[in-house]
Each structure stands twice: as structure tokens, then as C-alpha cells.
């Protein structure tokens, strides 16, 4: 199915879900997913079981938490998720252990002026003139590696490490050594309190001294609540037991709000095998764009990307320059567009909902077919560097418009491309378009009120905006993959429990995602995918695809697909090609192929364009609503006189 919006009804669709949701969270577009309930007679049950470890806490705080030893969640209408909870106080031997390996593996430093401003607000009276800077990921690993050593490991999906260890002669926090193919730079000292990801453990400093994330390079700045000094006490700024244990109940709960469920976007792409990336740079410069794009995007690592958030699925990425001209809507748009300078440069500010209806009315947008899902990226670019803006005060790089496309901006909102790559930007937005959120958006497991904390976008994960993607260990990212494939095999479940034939496989996937057991070669959705694969393999189709262009485009190089199913395509393409021994030619044909298994064709992207009478009649629609609305306001004004 193609999910073209060219009609008025989809274009005002589009209006009126950003009105709601983007003065929240622009690149989310998502509502709460999960609440707490108590279900009847679910179909799938998954149960997952969490290991809470205590290193250094007192013991009289720990027996002062009251967890209750389950909570249940509703994941869809018919399935649930179970967490069983298990509580362990680390012995002393291996907290010793532990403190000598934090001693042996931290930088002694001079203080970062976010620890200067913490001992000047609490406590003048301490004599520390040192912080302690410890590596995130190398402290994961080895808490990771003592659980595993001390505890029956292979039976708890995740875990939680809860680390209190004071230290009276500096201060201690966590960094990031960054070191990306597309960028080559370190970013260091960056006060974090809490780290995870590259495991199934997340662990938590209680006595580490943060810095405030996220700063105002970050789109969603002065929403929710901040990692900062203000926000985060360490336990020996607590008066009581009680509040000591209070606050620890309350950072446990929300790791399995923001981190174990995984809020997913309600208006996700449903799962499919095969995934198409079609990359399009529309390069509005004197001919530099593309190259400058590209000299900050490399095509491995987003597959490497895409691959650790779903292992199980095929991704192929496309990449194809498309060069401006004078007369394209784009063109006036950008013509059209506000100017702010900042760093002694114009910047072209970008209106998001323009942005939007110009895609969705003139480029092609998401196709889910069969088994394949084709997702369009636009990277825009001009001679002066480019980001997004909502309602005058959200600023961004890109966003996922869901079953439309993804739009970036080159540089994006404080070169935020530039800082990270290309290629974690759009592994970013694509996220979004398959459903995850970013981690700090969650919500309480007790209450079930949504909610923002950032202490959870401490994750190796493209979903972070805290720079932590650095410490990935080249492994999958944990927290994500294994959501998406909880979702991923309730999608097939739902695509094959009526058929009879699949009823043992789809039983045993049950059985096995009743222990969480999802990834990997012997996983629940292994054998989903496998038998769903076999089903597809029975059938072949014949599909008519009709495009027509309205707007000449020259493109540089050919576009190649691959195209694993069997079937018949009859397509009218209208293109400029380029080719190295022809001059520039139009060429306007039908051509009817028929595509074998696995043959590669040479295609070209063919650009769309709104016929401009929907265009006519969409602003007559804007002007005729304004009318009624300010007539109905000077009839009820008269009755209220009367």
C-alpha cells in the first residue's frame, strides 16, 4: 500500500496532528503507549525479570523501598508485559573490589566548573580540589562482568546497578571518549551520573556530581526535568533514611517506565523484513553541497547502525544527488525563509509545517508493499547552513513525519551534524519512523503519568541526545533492539495466528517471548521471521504503478534497487539522465519489466508534484474556516449584548 498524500483531507491530517503534538516534542509525534492494568485473558504474555543490585547503600534504606515483587503493563490489546523484580546487596569483598577499580581507572583532574559550582552552593567547607573522571562504558563492563560472575546471570533480562561509594578527596563523574569514522574528536568530562546500553545493565552513581544536560544545543531545551545539580543530590546530601530510600524507589521505577518498557511511537511503521533507505540531497548550492554532505556521512556505519537496532531485518541504503533549479518550490521556500545570524553566519531558518507540505505534495513518501518498506530521506542543503523551526521557538535538525518521509537540514541546529555525523542523525530519525522514542521520554509505572527525565538518555543508543553513542561497543543497542522486536513479533503473530498451518510455530514464539527470549538465532522472532518468509515465498504479484512527473530533475547518478519477490511493474518515467558518454536528454517512455528473484535493476527517483488547484483550494479552505470562525464570534458577541 502507498501512503501518497496528494489530497486536501491528508494535507490538513498533517496540520492538525503537528498542532497537538509538536509544541511537546517535534521530532517524538508519539502518545502514551502503556499504562498500568490488569488484563483479562491476554494473549501473549511476557515476562521479563529485572536484577536490582545494591553496591555501598545501606541496608536498612534497601529494606525501606517496598517494591512490589511484579508490575504488570499493557503492550497491546492482546498482550501484556510482566516485570518480576529481585533485589541483591552486593557483598563486601566485591564492593571493595569494585571501589579499587573505580580508584585505579579514574583521571585525577582539576575541577570542571560544574563541580566548583556544586561545592560552592553545598559545601564550602570541603577542602577538594581534584574530580575523579572515570570512562562510562569501561565502568558498564566490568559491573556487567562481576554480576555475571556472582549472580546466576542467564535468568534476568536486565539490570539494574545502584552504586553508592563517597569519596572525600574529589569529586567523581563519568565521560565519553568519542571517536566516530565521519567525525574525529573527543568530547570528554561530559558529568554523567548514569550509564547503559551496551549491556542489559544500567547503572547509577549516587554519588557523582552531574553536569546539566541537556545545554541549548539541544532541540528539546526547558523541557522536563534536567540533569543537573539542582535536580540530582548525591545520597550524603540527604537528611534521612527515609528520604534516601523514597529517592532511590523512585529512580527504580522510572528505569522500567523509560528503559525496560520502551515508550514506542503509536503511529510506528509496522514490521517488515526488508527496509528501503532512498537518500535524496537536494543541493541547492553552487555545487559544493553534495560533496560537503557526504564528507560527514558514511554509508557503513548507518548500516552498522541500523543492523544493532534491528538485527533481524535487511536494510539497503540508497544515496542519489539531486541538484536545485531556480523554479522549484523549494527554491521558494528557501527564498521565503526567516534569517538569523549566529557565530558572525546567516543561518536559513526553515518552517517545519512548510517543509512538511511540500514533501508530502511533491516528493514521493513511505510505501509499504509485501514485505518491503520504503522509507525517503530528504537532506536539504544551500549555500548557507540550514536548520528547522516550529512555532518560532523549537529548533531542530530533523524529524520523522510519520508514513511520509524524514527531512534534515545540513548543518542542522548548532551544527549538530557537524558534531555527530550524518549518519547518526538519520539512524536517529529513522528510529523514530520504526517507532522508538527518545529514552528520556517515559512515564511513572505506578501512575501511569507521562513524563520527561533526562538522567535515561544516558544510553548507548541513536535515540540518546546525550553524547553516549560513543560508547557503544559495537554490539547491539540493548534497550532498543529488544523493544522493537518484542513489537516486531506481535506484528507477525498478528499476521499469522489465523492461519492454521503456522499454529505450532506461532505457539513456540509465544512460549519463547513468554520468557522475553526475542533476539538472537534460536529467539521468538527468528522463527517468526522464518515462517513468515516461507509464506511470502508461495506468492507473487502483479502490481501497476503509474508516476508521473511534473517537474524536470537531473540526477547524477542511477539509483539501484534490489528487488527479492517475484513480480510485474508497469511504470511511466519521465527523467533528465546523466551519463558520461550521452549528453543531457530527456527520455519519455513506458517501460513493462517483469523482475526476477534477487535480479538488480537500475531505476531513477521521479518527483511528484501537486496539481495547483489543490493548492488554490487548500488556502480558499484556510480562508473560508477563518471567516466562519470570526463570524461565529460577532453573533455571539450581539446575543451576549441581547
Known amino acids: 500500500m502507498s501512503y501518497h498524500i496528494l489530497g486536501i483531507h491528508r494535507i490538513l491530517a498533517i496540520l492538525v496532528v503537528a498542532s497537538i503534538l509538536l509544541p511537546v516534542n517535534v521530532l517524538n509525534n508519539s502518545v502514551l503507549a502503556y499504562a498500568p492494568v490488569n488484563p483479562t485473558t491476554p494473549r501473549t504474555v511476557i515476562n521479563t525479570r529485572v536484577l536490582i543490585v545494591y ?24 498482550s501484556v508485559l510482566n516485570i518480576y523484580l529481585e533485589e541483591e546487596i552486593l557483598p563486601k569483598r566485591l564492593y ?7 580508584d585505579e581507572n579514574s583521571k585525577h583532574m582539576s575541577l570542571a566548573m560544574f563541580m566548583k559550582e556544586y561545592l560552592e552552593r553545598y559545601h564550602s567547607e570541603w577542602n577538594i580540589t581534584t574530580g575523579c573522571y572515570v570512562r562510562a562504558d ?49 568530547r570528554n568530562y561530559t558529568g554523567l551520573v548514569a550509564f547503559g546500553g551496551n549491556t542489559p545493565l544500567f547503572f547509577i552513581d549516587f554519588s557523582s556530581i552531574p553536569v546539566t544536560h ?54 510506528r511503521i509496522p514490521w517488515t523484513h526488508e527496509y528501503y533507505v532512498n537518500i535524496s540531497i537536494i543541493d541547492y548550492t553552487n555545487g559544493s553541497g553534495y560533496g560537503r554532505v557526504m564528507s560527514v556521512f558514511n554509508k557503513t556505519l548507518l548500516e552498522e547502525y541500523l543492523h544493532a537496532l534491528t538485527p533481524y531485518a535487511k536494510w539497503r541504503i540508497n544515496i542519489v544527488r539531486v541538484p536545485g533549479n531556480s523554479s522549484s518550490l523549494f527554491k521558494k521556500l528557501l527564498d521565503n525563509s526567516s ?97 522508538l522514542t527518545h529514552p528520556f521520554e517515559g512515564y511513572d509505572p505506578v501512575t501511569g503519568n507521562e513524563s520527561m527525565i533526562w538522567l535515561y538518555d544516558y544510553i548507548a543508543s ?35 495466528k489465523d492461519r492454521k498451518e503456522y499454529e505450532d510455530v506461532v505457539n513456540s514464539a509465544e512460549k519463547l517471548l513468554s520468557m522475553d527470549k526475542c533476539l538472537g538465532s534460536n529467539g521468538a522472532l527468528s522463527i517468526l521471521v522464518e515462517a513468515y518468509i516461507k509464506q511470502q515465498a508461495h506468492t507473487s504479484t502483479t502490481k501497476t504503478i503509474t508516476v508521473t512527473e511534473t517537474e524536470t530533475v537531473t540526477y547524477e547518478r542511477n539509483h539501484t534497487v534490489t528487488i527479492s519477490l517475484l513480480e510485474t511493474t508497469t511504470k511511466t518515467i519521465t527523467a533528465t539522465e546523466t551519463t558520461t558518454s550521452v549528453a543531457l536528454e530527456t527520455i519519455t517512455n513506458t517501460i513493462t519489466e517483469t523482475i526476477l528473484k534477487e535480479e538488480t535493476v537500475t531505476t531513477t527517483i521521479v518527483v511528484e508534484k501537486i ?24 453573533v455571539l458577541t450581539r446575543r451576549s449584548r441581547e
Not at 518552517?351 to 530521506?377: A, Q, R
Not at 553524547?467 to 561497543?473: D, F, Q, S, Y
Open 138 to 186: 569501561i565502568m558498564e563492563q566490568y559491573l556487567y562482568d562481576t554480576v555475571t560472575r556472582t549472580y546466576n546471570n542467564t535468568s534476568y533480562n536486565y539490570v539494574l546497578f545502584l552504586l553508592y561509594y563517597p569519596q572525600d578527596k574529589c569529586l567523581r563523574t563519568y565521560y565519553i571518549e568519542k571517536y566516530f569514522w565521519e567525525i574525529h574528536s573527543t
Open 462 to 496: 541513536p535515540m540518546s541526545y546525550a553524547p553516549t553513542l560513543a560508547g557503544w561497543n559495537r554490539g547491539i543497542f540493548t534497550y532498543d533492539a529488544k523493544s522493537l522486536c518484542r513489537y516486531h513479533a506481535l506484528d507477525i503473530i498478528g499476521l499469522l
Open 55 to 78: 553496591a555501598g547503600i545501606n541496608e536498612s534504606i534497601v529494606d525501606s523501598i517496598n517494591l512490589e515483587p511484579s508490575y504488570l503493563f499493557k503492550l497491546t490489546n492482546n
Open 339 to 435: 534569517r538569523t545570524v549566529e557565530d558572525n553566519k546567516t543561518w536559513i531558518v526553515l518552517d517545519y509545517l512548510s517543509t512538511v507540505l511540500l514533501i508530502s505534495g511533491h516528493y514521493p513518501v513511505v510505501t509499504v508493499m509485501e514485505n518491503k518498506t520504503t522509507i525517503p530521506v530528504y537532506i536539504f542543503v544551500a549555500e548557507k547552513p540550514l536548520h528547522f523551526e516550529y512555532n518560532r521557538q523549537l529548533n531542530f535538525t530533523g524529524a520523522a513525519i510519520p508514513h511520509v518521509a524524514i527531512i534534515i537540514s545540513y548543518p542542522g541546529y548548532y551544527y549538530r551534524i557537524l558534531e555527530e555525523g550524518m549518519g547518526m542523525v538519520i539512524a536517529h530519525e529513522i528510529g523514530h519512523m520504526i517507532g
Open 611 to 634: 496539481p495547483s488547484w489543490i493548492t488554490y483550494m487548500f488556502g480558499a479552505l484556510i480562508v473560508l474556516s477563518i471567516i466562519a470562525i470570526v463570524s461565529a464570534i460577532i
Open 96 to 102: 571493595e573490589n569494585l571501589t579499587r577499580f573505580i
Open 214 to 267: 541537556p545545554d541549548k544545543t539541544q532541540p528539546l531545551y526547558g523541557y522536563g526535568i534536567p540533569v543537573s545539580i539542582d535536580t540530582f543530590h548525591p545520597l550524603w546530601d540527604m537528611s534521612s533514611m527515609e528520604e534516601k530510600a523514597r529517592v532511590i524507589r523512585k529512580y527504580i521505577l522510572d528505569y522500567l517506565g523509560f528503559l525496560v518498557l520502551r515508550r514506542l511511537f503509536s503511529d
